[in-house]
Each structure stands twice: as C-alpha cells, then as structure tokens.
C-alpha cells in the first residue's frame, strides 16, 4: 500500500469548445501540504473543484484512499475566498450547523475548543456582521477544522484580506496545521504564501493547464521568507510564472 491520500490522474475538463484542463497528474502523500500556484484563469479553481468532488472532469479519475471520487463527501472541506459563514448564526452556532449530523460527542464543546483555536473566544455569540473580515476568516477556518476533515482543500482563502491581516492568517493557519494533521491543497496567486507553507508546489502552465514544474520545499518552520533559499526558490517560481 502506498501513503498516497489523494491521487490526480490525467484529468481534463472543458466547458463547451474552451478546454481548460489538459492531463493533470499529481499525487498529495497523507498529511502532506501541497500548494497550487498559477496564472489568473487558467483553471485552478476547476481542477480544485474536480478534485473536491464539486464538478465532473471529462477524463481521468481522482481516488481519494484509493477509492475512485465520484462526488463530494465529508471527509474533505473546502474554503473558499467568498467564504460561506451563515450571516444570520453566531460565531458558536455557525461551528454548530458544521456539526449537525456528524457523530462527534459533546459538539458545543468541540465547537469552544475550535473557536478558541482561532483566537475567538469570548467572540462565541457574535454575529458575522460584527466581526472584521479577519475574524470572518477565522470563524470559516473553525468551521472547516471543527468537523475534523481528513482534507482541507483551499481555494485563494485570504486573497480577500489586507497584505497584514493575510500574513497573520498564514502564521495562525501554520501553527493550527502543527497542532493536527490534515492533508491540504491550497490553491494561491501568492508564491510568498505557497512557500512560506507547503511542502510542495506544483507550478501550472496559462490555459488549458497542466503543471510546469514541481518545487520542494526542505525549508524548516517557521519558516522566514528573507531566508536565501526562500528568495532563491521564489525567484525560480516566478521565472517559471513568467515574470
Ligand atoms: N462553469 C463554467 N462554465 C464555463 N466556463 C467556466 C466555468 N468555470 C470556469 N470556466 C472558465 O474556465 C477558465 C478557468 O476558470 P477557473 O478554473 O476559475 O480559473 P482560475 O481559478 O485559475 O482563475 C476560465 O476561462 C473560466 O471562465
Ligand atoms: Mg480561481
């Protein structure tokens, strides 16, 4: 048996005459952090989605476990930029809802614990409309790590926060992922984030995408981007980016 969590399969997928996926390939070992960096439209959130079980590839296959994906299920979570908190639940309740359905003992518990994680406590009954758009980000990463998802699947999660506020969730993401386990696939604009984070990066090429090229990263944590191997690697990135 191999340690392979996720296996990518030469998938391609189009919509009508626009092909935008061409034989993707890639294995994610569990517990392994691979980061997903490529130009603007040229497919990452449909290849993410593909492998989320959110959309249908027209060739090629994703086992998760070694079992063929042929839709969504609960071992895996995504977060989204948009975010999906529900406005009209507290933060506690919000934690909740993710919960309704699982067979977790004790979930208003379990839900403390994650709000407490995030740095949220004492924040436990405020609505979203109260909280800034870090503390909305939080509540989202709780809500996803509550359930305790064998995948964290992450799709341009902090793109929609100020430069600070992003470098913070980066760190406190960090720290959460040192605590427990989870296999991630984050999908970023931002080479800093993907190195400062990952253990690999897979490099996709302009649409229809495929990877062009695959970047270690043997860097310890925490890990500091003004580090000379960083600088060299984040140079070799965006060469590859073509910029
Ligand atoms: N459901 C869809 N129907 C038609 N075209 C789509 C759909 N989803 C994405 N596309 C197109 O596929 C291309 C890649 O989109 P996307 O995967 O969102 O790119 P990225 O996440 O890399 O910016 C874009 O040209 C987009 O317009
Ligand atoms: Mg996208």
């Not at 341009?156 to 960090?174: G, H, K, V």
């Not at 992922?177 to 090429?205: K, N, P």
């Not at 925490?222 to 600088?231: E, V, Y």
Request: net charge negative.
């Amino acid at each position: 048996m191999s340690d392979n969590k996720i296996i990518v399969d030469d998938i391609s997928k189009g919509f009508g005459e626009l092909s935008v996926v061409d034989g993707v390939s890639f294995d994610v070992r569990d517990g392994e952090f691979v980061a997903i960096v490529g130009p603007s439209g040229c497919g990452k959130s449909t290849l993410l989605n593909i492998i989320a079980g959110f959309e249908r590839a027209d060739r090629g296959a994703v086992r998760i476990d070694g079992v063929e994906r042929i839709g969504p299920s609960r071992n895996g979570i995504m977060i989204s930029q948009q975010g999906s908190v529900f406005p009209w639940l507290t933060v506690h309740e919000n934690l909740m809802f993710g919960l309704s359905g699982t067979s977790h003992g004790d979930k208003a518990g379990l839900a403390h614990r994650y709000i407490e994680m995030v740095g949220l406590a004492g924040f436990e009954a405020a609505y979203p409309h109260e909280l800034s758009g870090g503390m909305l980000k939080r509540v989202e990463i709780a809500r996803a790590l509550v359930v305790r998802p064998e995948i964290l699947y992450m799709d341009e999660p902090f793109s929609a926060l100020d430069a600070l506020m992003s470098l913070r969730m980066q760190t406190e993401l960090r720290r959460i992922l040192d605590e427990e386990r989870h296999t991630v696939l984050l999908i970023t604009h931002d080479v800093e984030e993907a190195i400062f984070l990952a253990d690999r990066i897979l490099v996709l090429s302009p649409r229809p995408t495929t990877i062009s090229a695959t970047f270690h990263v043997d860097l310890p944590h925490p890990r500091k981007l003004s580090d000379p191997k960083a600088q060299e690697l984040r140079e070799a990135i965006l060469k590859k980016l073509g910029l």
